[in-house]
């Protein structure tokens, strides 16, 4: 799942909770300008042949990285590219949990260009997220007690 390619929005909107309350007495209306790549996800669009630097950082998670109510300015990874001069891509869908977040790497991350110490920031929110269903790939190995002859053989 992701987004239509090449998304422009620019224009008014409010928040989630006032959208799932169904209460317009709830509604803050705010300027948001909401962009996809030709790749449906939030980032910038690139011009046809313009060749992109080697990323610094993929930012991988759901409606936090996405920030659909905020401009497209003001997300974390606007703010990353800006502020820290980073090379950032943004694979974040909406709405999705970490195994959907995960697929979307391994599915997506051959066609992105990296370089040696290229950085996934994984947002998960301990919300809703860590009650998701998580593949083996994804569980923390219990730590094995080691035996003396495997504790002096890494030494």
């Given at each position: ?62 409606s ?8 497209q ?17 943004n ?10 977040e ?7 991350g ?43 053989a890494?030494?």
């Amino acid at each position: 799942q992701r987004y239509p390619p090449r998304v422009e929005f620019d224009g008014e909107t409010y928040g989630d909770l006032a959208a799932v309350s169904g209460r317009a007495a709830w509604r803050a209306w705010h300027h948001v300008r909401f962009a996809t790549d030709e790749y449906g996800f939030r980032n910038e669009p690139r011009s046809a042949g313009d060749a992109a630097p080697p990323l610094d950082l993929i930012v991988l998670g759901d409606s936090f990285g996405v920030a659909a109510s905020t401009t497209q300015e003001e997300t974390l990874s606007a703010v990353l590219a800006r502020d820290y001069g980073l090379n950032v891509y943004n694979l974040s869908i909406s709405r999705e949990g970490p195994r959907h977040e995960y697929a979307n790497l391994l599915f997506e991350g051959p066609r992105l260009k990296t370089r040696e110490g290229t950085c996934v920031l994984w947002l998960v929110f301990a919300g809703d997220d860590l009650d998701d269903v998580y593949p083996a790939e994804l569980l923390n190995p219990r730590p094995r007690r080691q035996g003396l002859f495997e504790r002096l053989a890494a030494v």
